[in-house]
């Protein structure tokens, strides 16, 4: 996993990269993977006091660029006026949040922003099981539904940003849960993250036991083929990498390879399509949107390209 360091010119550079969750910030200082200086982690309370110990874990680095990769829905166009805010969350006390103002306060510094799975996205290529593909999509199956695509070595995304868990799925016959997404009810998400087998198994899916974890080896092997199917006509991608809590079900990889195969039914024969690694697990676990917050601040440091 050695890389060269990052440099401008002859000089070395040092970024820090800060990945926005709604239950925990991971804070780093650093190059990439092997070359990390400084590291927190901070729970997620309200904005004020938690974006100040963002700023106190920073005080002390001097930095070249800031890279924030934050749980959304977030405003990632550098012209619109609510430009690095957090919009309209179900994260209580997070709406219209400035994200950016509260993590840099006085500090001035390139700084980059992106949603959290488009971080963890652009780490997983630099360091982890994407790295040297050009097109690939990495999605995260937890407490909600998330995903980041590349594609031809650029983020998509265009009015917003890409919302791959409020894509409908089709229903498994034998499941009654209406959903639990707020918004769209039996959407990927509302089927599919962890919420949802909360619901149906009435309790959490770490405390299920062997029954219960069979049934939701099932249903999210169903969703997740499912989900990606669309994804796979949509974007195209050379890999696929699943992270989260839900996705690290024993056996649910496999699971989900056997029911994609299914869902795309030989169409459109690519032989890809058919290898173990075509859906994989993220290579840099836990840390992929703190690295990848890395790699932002790298490109904004750089500046757009030409």
């Not at 036991?209 to 939701?216: I, K, M, N, S, V």
Request: hydrophobic share 40%; glycine share 16%.
């Amino acid at each position: 996993m050695q890389t060269p360091e990052p440099t401008v010119g002859t000089l070395r550079v040092v970024f820090a990269g800060i990945e926005l969750g709604g239950t925990k910030i991971i804070c780093l200082v650093g190059t990439g993977p092997d070359g990390v200086v400084d590291e927190r982690r901070i729970e997620t309370r309200d904005p004020e006091t938690t974006l100040a110990d963002v700023r106190a874990f920073l005080e002390p680095h001097d930095v070249d660029a800031v890279g924030i990769a934050s749980f959304g829905p977030v405003e990632l166009r550098p012209g619109h006026a609510s430009y690095g805010h957090i919009t309209r969350t179900t994260k209580p006390g997070w709406s219209q949040t400035d994200v950016i103002r509260g993590v840099l306060g006085d500090r001035r510094v390139p700084v980059g922003f992106e949603t959290d799975v488009n971080g963890a996205a652009l780490g997983e290529g630099r360091w982890g099981a994407a790295a040297g593909l050009r097109s690939f999509l990495y999605l995260t199956v937890g407490t909600g539904i998330g995903g980041g695509a590349v594609s031809n070595g650029q983020l998509v995304g265009g009015l917003g940003h890409t919302e791959l868990g409020h894509v409908p799925v089709p229903r498994h016959p034998d499941d009654a849960l209406p959903g639990v997404c707020p918004f769209h009810g039996d959407c990927f998400e509302g089927l599919a993250s962890g919420p949802a087998f909360q619901a149906r198994l009435g309790r959490r899916l770490e405390d299920a036991d062997e029954e219960q974890r069979a049934l939701a080896l099932e249903l999210a092997a169903w969703y997740i083929g499912a989900g990606l199917r669309g994804f796979v006509y949509s974007f195209a991608p050379e890999r696929i990498v699943l992270g989260g809590g839900v996705a690290s079900l024993p056996g649910l990889l496999d699971a989900v390879l056997v029911r994609l195969r299914d869902e795309l039914a030989g169409y459109p024969g690519l032989p890809e399509h058919l290898e173990d690694a075509f859906v994989c697990a993220p290579a840099l676990g836990g840390r992929a949107g703190s690295l990848g917050a890395l790699v932002i601040a790298e490109a904004a440091l750089r500046g757009p390209r030409d």
